[in-house]
């Protein structure tokens, strides 16, 4: 949704790359470029002269004037005024002292409202909580009918005494929801509302009346975020009609400009507390400004990330794959490799899940046209072999990857390719990770247990002519001499640390000293001595 807003900023900063000092016109010229991008974001116009006010305001401050790095600093800047005016701190709902805690849903007709609920129930059930719906939208057709299916998938009861479609009293369905909910012990309801294709009094009149009958300890306005500014128009009548505590934003997935997102918070003074991105009952999460903000720069999401990693993945699953990996000699096998890549589309689309790494948007195009069919192609493949040689990738002969190829209705070659590639990354990965267990960082050569600490045979060291620099004697006995005969300091590899080769002495004083940061230290000691 705000890949407009982000290529455009990320435009304006890449032009105040390398400078080491920003004049008045820098800043004119690049709170300018932010002004416009906000302004085609679709962006409240009051929202983004205040933005720029308070930017402009900073940067001409000695905030920036003492900055090392101007360019960064601004970086800095807008993030945090991006952060505010997405609301600032995370909200979450604020349950009842006494259950049940009453959530009530309301917005307009298409928001979205009948499936975020199934969602809110979902996620609050993952939570811990045992949530039970109210169906008290009896006006759409097939509302009530479209809740209760919703439901089923979450794996949510629903409180659906009327057929809806016209027939029955809301505010009843809503109030007798909330004592079967008392009766049977669920801790939170959720009362799905009607809605109208545009503010009228009908609607809010029988909003405010479920909110009279059921006392809600939270009212959430739902949002479609890509109707624009109308979406700010609409929070404003509901806000004045019937009074709401937060927003849920929906279809933050679709390819609107997103602005209404930028905007509703600020002017509207109620924060943003979840997020809806897609279809699924997972595509749900508490609302987050600073990530948000993060990811609008192209700076990543890397705790939301962490955080549906340590849902998903198996913990036992992920350690004794990640032993059999520094273990070598082939323990790591595509069997292993296979429950790994299944735990990972768990997460959900792999454009979704690179979308959140850092520096991703350069590479937007390649990542929307990741063929998530291939990963299918590759389980395919693996499923075609036997036990046997998923265990032991050695034993592919012709006939076996012939016989497999035609399991997997796929070519010789793709069974070649992906054999070939899983061998490679395994002894990559291996030699990454025996690079830090030794106790150093890899790709550092010369060292103990830094990717390539064996040390020169003496024998070659010995040969003659071997070790000297050029203008050098290939006599090591006149070498010495030549070497005892001028100071120190004239060789201006030794002064400024070039070529020049430390001695023994040297080097096993620079190990003694040498000393990682305690977090990366006390990290590598804990995968050392293995779990406790």
């Given at each position: 949704?705000?890949?407009?807003l982000?290529?455009r ?25 932010i ?10 116009l009051g ?24 360019a ?48 809110l129930?979902?996620?609050?059930k ?5 949530p ?11 509302a ?33 929801g ?20 545009g ?21 959430l ?6 109707i ?9 009548a509901?806000q004045?009609?019937?009074?709401f ?29 979840f997020?809806?991105s ?9 609302f ?11 700076m ?7 955080e ?27 069997g292993?490799?296979?429950?790994q ?9 792999l ?27 590759v ?9 046997a040689?998923?265990?032991?990738v ?17 070519q010789?070659?793709e ?6 590639r ?21 790709g ?32 090591p ?8 005969q ?47």
């Open positions: 949704m705000f890949d407009t982000q290529d900023l990320s435009q304006t900063f890449k032009s105040l790359r390398g400078k080491t000092k920003l004049t008045e016109a820098d800043i004119d010229a690049t709170t300018r470029e002004r416009i991008a906000l302004l085609e974001a679709d962006v409240n929202v983004v002269k205040e933005f720029i006010a308070n930017v402009r305001e900073r940067c001409q401050g000695l905030e920036l004037s003492q900055a090392l790095n101007p960064q600093q601004i970086i800095k800047i807008v993030n945090e005024e991006l952060i505010a005016i997405l609301g600032g701190d995370t909200r979450t709902i604020r349950f009842a002292k006494t259950p049940p805690t009453v959530i009530m849903l309301a917005g307009l007709q298409g928001a979205g409202k009948t499936t975020l609920a199934g969602k129930a979902h996620w609050l993952s939570e811990g909580h045992s039970l719906l109210v169906a008290a939208d009896l006006q759409r057709p097939n009530v009918n479209q809740l209760q299916v919703v439901g089923q998938r979450a794996g949510v009861h629903v409180h659906a005494p009327e057929p809806g479609n016209g027939v029955g009293n809301p505010v009843q369905v809503a109030h007798s909330i004592e079967v909910a008392r009766q049977r012990l669920y801790d939170v309801v959720i009362v799905d509302t009607a809605g109208r294709l503010i009228d009094a009908e609607l809010m009149q029988q909003a405010a009346d479920i909110k009279a009958a059921v006392n809600p300890d939270e009212v306005f739902v949002v479609d975020a890509m624009g500014q109308d979406a700010v128009n609409t929070a404003l509901f004045e009609g019937v009074g505590d937060g927003v849920v934003l929906t279809k933050l997935d679709g390819d609107a400009r997103g602005g209404a997102a930028l905007s509703i918070a600020k002017v509207i003074g109620k924060p943003i507390m997020a809806s897609g279809e699924g009952l997972k595509d749900f999460d508490v987050h400004p600073e990530r948000m903000a993060s990811r609008i720069l192209d990543g999401d890397m705790l939301t990330l962490i549906q990693a340590e849902k998903t993945f198996d913990q036992e699953q992920s350690k004794l794959a990640a032993e059999k990996l520094l273990a070598g000699k082939g323990q790591f096998t595509l292993d490799f296979l429950q890549m299944q735990q990972m589309r768990k997460m959900g689309p454009s979704k899940i690179f979308g959140m790494l850092p520096g991703m948007g350069a590479m937007k195009d390649q990542i929307a046209n990741i063929d998530e069919k291939e990963i299918d192609r389980e395919a493949i693996i499923y075609s072999m036997t036990p040689e998923r265990a032991d050695t034993i592919l002969n012709g006939s076996r990857r012939a016989r497999i190829a035609k399991g997997a209705g796929v010789v070659s069974v070649n390719q992906l054999v070939t899983f061998v490679e990354a395994r002894k990559m990965m291996q030699s990454m990770a025996g690079g830090m267990m030794g106790g150093g960082m890899p550092m050569p010369g060292m103990h247990g830094m990717g390539g600490g064996a040390q020169r045979p003496k024998k070659t060291q010995a040969k003659k002519g071997k070790g000297a620099r050029k203008g050098q004697s290939g006599n006995a006149k070498r010495a001499q030549t070497a005892q001028r100071p120190a300091a004239a060789d201006p590899a030794q002064a400024f640390g070039g070529n020049a080769q430390p001695t023994e002495a040297e080097m096993q004083k620079a190990m003694a000293d040498f000393q990682l940061p305690p977090q990366l230290q006390q990290m590598l000691n804990q995968q050392t001595k293995g779990p406790r």
